[in-house]
Every structure is written in structure tokens, then in C-alpha cells.
């Protein structure tokens, strides 16, 4: 890919942006020595200002999703983009959540470039575990753990039951319940079907991958050994 296209597919700007960015002598190679569009340096060596570039096409990012904020691209209030630098709101492939969480649910969120890995990680066949925290308004009946491992739970207005998923009961209000797949609101609508309801959700875990000390609203780049670690677990 030509040079110019590759740094506009960043988030640096439109192409007649960067193009204004080569003319200044603002893109420069490790050296300091000013590159031109028709140059085909590896992305490694590229400078803009000085700075490294963002990372190349194929990144796995992993977010510490706060309470209140929305997993789509554009909403009235916080998105989730707005916690990651600008420019990666600007990239081509675009940068997508790797699924979904509710703006009043928090915990690990991905997002991803790459298109293939998206699926990979959502595809009902991956059966990729995801474990959430659930905080209930009311005591559990006793009867949960049953319910949700046999298989056969249907939800409201699904069409197949849901797959077996496991509970574990933390406290009379408070449960971890690992599941392998994700439809829409499963965990409200899981708890909602044994007549509970949840007042708090966190999401701790996908298949090998933990936030460990990100705190609330911090990301990070995953390596190449955390995107296998995740398939791993
Ligand atoms: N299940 C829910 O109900 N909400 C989420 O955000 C994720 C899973």
C-alpha cells in the first residue's frame, strides 16, 4: 500500500491531510530524515512528529469499560471510543467492540480491526467463555444453578434455548455465571427468567483473558500471545 494511504488509514487525516503533513517534512523515517509519499519505508520506521505510528491494521485492543458509557460509535453520551486516542475512531478497517456490553454494564471489552478475529471470538462455535459478576435485588431461589446448566432455557421471544451455562453462587444476591455464547441482554434476561433481576454487572473474564490491574477506563494493545491466550483458556 502507498505510503500516504497507509498513514491516512491511521486516523492521521484525509489523504490531502497527510499529504500537507509530507509536504511540512512532518513524516520522517527513525533517523530524523524526511520521507516522501513515493518512499516505501516499513511501518516500524515511520515517524510523524517525531512519534512513532499507531500501531499497523490487526489490532486487538482490551478496555476497562466504566459504568455509563455506550458501546456504539456515535450516542448522545460517553462512548466507549472516547476512552481510546482520537484517531483510532478515524482508522480504515475500522476498529469495532467485539460484541457488546450494556452502558450499565462494566468490565472487559474488546475491540478489534480485524474482521476474521472479530468472528472468531463471537462465533457460536468458538463457545469462547465469558464470565460475568451479577449483583440480584432479591435472594437466589435455589433452583438457578440447575436451571441454567440443563441446556434448555428459553428466553423471551428467542427461538432456541440457550446453551448450558454455569453458576456459582457467591452469596444469596451475588453470582458469577460463566456463559458460551451472547445474545442480546442474555444475563438481565437469564436472571429475569428465574424471576430475579440484576442491579449490578460486571464482565471479568473471555475464554484465557482477565482485565488484571487495568482499572476503570484504562486500555491497553493486546500481544500476540494474549490474542492465543484467549482461545486457550
Ligand atoms: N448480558 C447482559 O445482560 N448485559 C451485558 O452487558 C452483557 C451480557
Not at 79 to 108: E, H, I, K, Q, Y
Not at 159 to 169: F, G, I, N, W
Request: net charge negative.
Amino acid at each position: 500500500m502507498k505510503l500516504l494511504k497507509h498513514i491516512a488509514n491511521l486516523g492521521y487525516g484525509s489523504r490531502k491531510q497527510v499529504a500537507w503533513l509530507f509536504r511540512e517534512g512532518r513524516i520522517t523515517d527513525a533517523a530524523g530524515e524526511v520521507l516522501y509519499a513515493d518512499d516505501t519505508p516499513t511501518h516500524d520506521e515511520i515517524r510523524v512528529d517525531s512519534e512513532p505510528l499507531d500501531p499497523a491494521p490487526g489490532i486487538l485492543v482490551m478496555l476497562h469499560k466504566p459504568l455509563d458509557v455506550t458501546c456504539s460509535k456515535k450516542d448522545r453520551g460517553r462512548v466507549v471510543f472516547d476512552l481510546l486516542p482520537p484517531r483510532f475512531r478515524l482508522r480504515d478497517p475500522v476498529l469495532s467492540t467485539v460484541g457488546r456490553l450494556d452502558r450499565d454494564t462494566s468490565g472487559l471489552l474488546l475491540l478489534t480491526d480485524d474482521g476474521l478475529l472479530l468472528h472468531r471470538i463471537i462465533s457460536p462455535k468458538s463457545k469462547l467463555p465469558k464470565v460475568y459478576l451479577a449483583t440480584l435485588a432479591q435472594d437466589l431461589r435455589g433452583d438457578e444453578v440447575a436451571n441454567f446448566a440443563n441446556g434448555g432455557l428459553m428466553l423471551e421471544s428467542e427461538k432456541t434455548p440457550l446453551l448450558p451455562a454455569e453458576l456459582e453462587v457467591l452469596g444469596p444476591r451475588e453470582a458469577r455465571l460463566t456463559l458460551h455464547e451472547g445474545r442480546y441482554h442474555q444475563v438481565r434476561r437469564m436472571f429475569a427468567a428465574v424471576g430475579n433481576h440484576v442491579d449490578a454487572l460486571h464482565r471479568e473474564r473471555i475464554g484465557g483473558l482477565d482485565l488484571g490491574d487495568l482499572v476503570e477506563g484504562q486500555w491497553r494493545m493486546l500481544g500476540e500471545a494474549e490474542r492465543e491466550g484467549l482461545f486457550g483458556s
